[in-house]
């Protein structure tokens, strides 16, 4: 099993930016999946963005294309959220996910929720107006 430990959340004011970090310990080099996720109070959790590990395959929701860029560093075993342009709506604790996938269909359990088995705690982000 894989341990995910988010940093990097805080607040700020709309228009900001932040970076957010999810160290993962274990092995993640080989047909892994990792996702950021974000749930606000009284809502659901949604998926944010999706990488392939190892690949440059990503995925975005809609509501944060053009914003928000996810990245890694395979060597630190690390995958970033760069967050620009942040809105108010964005208010939310942001939790970093993983699950073992396959190329053939990692995209269409990108969001899935019930497919990563593992998760961190989450990190908190807040955005003022």
């Known amino acids: 099993q894989v341990q995910l430990v988010e940093s990097g959340g805080g607040s700020v004011q709309a228009g900001g930016s932040l970076r957010l970090s999810c160290a993962a310990s274990?092995?993640?080099?080989?047909?892994?999946?990792m996702g950021w996720f974000r749930q606000a109070p009284g809502k659901e959790r949604e998926g944010v963005a999706a990488?392939?590990?190892?690949?440059?395959?990503?995925f975005y929701a809609d509501s944060v294309k053009g914003r928000f860029t996810i990245s890694q560093d395979n060597a630190k075993n690390l995958v970033y959220l760069q967050m620009n342009s942040l809105k108010p709506e964005d208010t939310a604790m942001y939790l970093c996910?993983?699950?073992?996938?396959?190329?053939?269909?990692?995209?269409?359990?990108?969001?899935?929720?019930?497919?990563?088995?593992?998760w961190g705690q989450g990190t908190q982000v807040t955005v003022s107006s």
């Open positions: 996910a993983g699950r073992s996938c396959t190329w053939w269909n990692h995209r269409i359990y990108s969001f899935d929720v019930g497919r990563y088995n593992d």
């Open positions: 274990g092995s993640t080099n080989s047909n892994y999946c």
């Open positions: 990488v392939y590990i190892g690949t440059d395959s990503t």
